[in-house]
């Protein structure tokens, strides 16, 4: 007979109460404290220097109100711009150029007043990207005189035919109507994931080149054109954007640089606002791009430059027939 032994009584396991969780406030001295405090100090620091100046110096009352309403528009214009690129890391030259376009500036001075904005935030972005070791030196040196060619070239062409503005602006705006239709285009393919991998581009020296005169000559183009056919060939994105990047503060200091010598007038007042507003937009543009959908904006921005462009060369046509 076997012998039963009594199980024991299950033991309960004495359970520790759990504190409630703590909020953990950043330090005092956190980065991003730091950094906010600057920002306000600077923010403060700027107005009341402003209202010190309006008050106390007649002449800057009378230089402001003197500043053509143009700047203005370009200065919110050149912000919004700015915004949007950097919520889809493009389209800052295309949609410059139509707004210009649409105030009646020429397409040289248009594309003039694109590029010399563009000289600073690329210089920096550039600068990044370098230090970052997010530059592909083979492929920088591949791409840097072909475009600087295509570039000088381009703005040379442009600028000679000033006087024929009114010819010039239809073709310009045919320009951005296709690009236009390429950023539609691309905006589709993203939403519907699709993914197309072309053969690894060779000729990157006519690439560049090619991306450098139609830049020049539409006021943008570069990164839609050179940057998207290098990651549609294979290249890693991440060193392809550093190197296009690095080469495009270049291109746009010698393209500006030969608009400035040829043109005998530039639109200062556009040049400007451009330059003001996005370098304003720069420090908020990726914060607020994290919040907004890239395909959105993608497709509006495309909507947008494509109605403006078909104005555009629907005006010219009136006109002519």
């Excluded at 600028?159 to 010039?168: I, M, P, Q, R, V």
């Excluded at 296709?178 to 690439?207: F, T």
């Excluded at 005998?264 to 543009?285: K, N, Q, Y």
Aim: net charge positive; hydrophobic share 50%; proline share 5%.
């Amino acid at each position: 007979m076997e012998k039963v032994i009594p199980s024991a009584a299950p033991t309960t396991a004495k359970t520790t109460p759990v504190p409630p969780q703590e909020t953990v406030l950043p330090a005092k001295g956190s980065p991003s404290g730091k950094r906010l405090l600057w920002w306000t100090a600077a923010v403060l620091f700027l107005g009341i220097t402003l209202t010190f100046i309006w008050w106390h110096t007649p002449n800057f009352q009378q230089y402001v109100e003197d500043i053509p309403a143009t700047f203005y528009y370009f200065l919110i214009a050149g912000f919004i711009f700015a915004m949007i690129d950097g919520a889809i890391g493009m389209s800052y030259g295309i949609t410059s150029t139509t707004f210009s376009l649409s105030m009646g500036i020429p397409p040289a001075s248009a594309s003039t007043a694109v590029h010399i904005s563009e000289i600073l935030s690329n210089g920096i972005a550039g600068w990044m990207h370098f230090k970052m070791g997010n530059i592909n030196k083979k492929l920088f040196k591949m791409l840097i005189i072909p475009g600087i060619t295509g570039a000088v070239i381009g703005a040379y062409l442009l600028s000679s035919l000033e006087h024929y503005a009114t010819y010039t602006k239809p073709v310009v705006s045919l320009y951005t109507l296709i690009l236009g239709s390429i950023i539609l285009k691309r905006a589709i393919e993203v939403r519907n994931k699709k993914a197309h991998q072309h053969k690894k581009i060779k000729k990157i020296g006519i690439l560049g080149f090619f991306g450098g005169f139609i830049d020049a000559i539409g006021g943008g183009g570069w990164g839609s054109i050179v940057l998207s056919s290098l990651i549609a060939g294979g290249r890693h994105p991440r060193f392809s954007l550093g190197t296009v990047k690095l080469c495009r503060f270049f291109i746009a200091m010698l393209s500006s640089l030969t608009f400035v010598t040829v043109l005998s007038h530039v639109h200062w007042d556009a040049v400007m606002g451009l330059v003001i507003g996005s370098a304003l937009a720069s420090p908020i543009a990726a914060r607020v791009s994290n919040k907004i959908s890239a395909k959105t904006i993608m497709i509006a921005v495309a909507v947008i430059v494509i109605l403006a462009s078909i104005k555009s060369i629907y005006g010219f046509a009136v006109k002519v027939l």
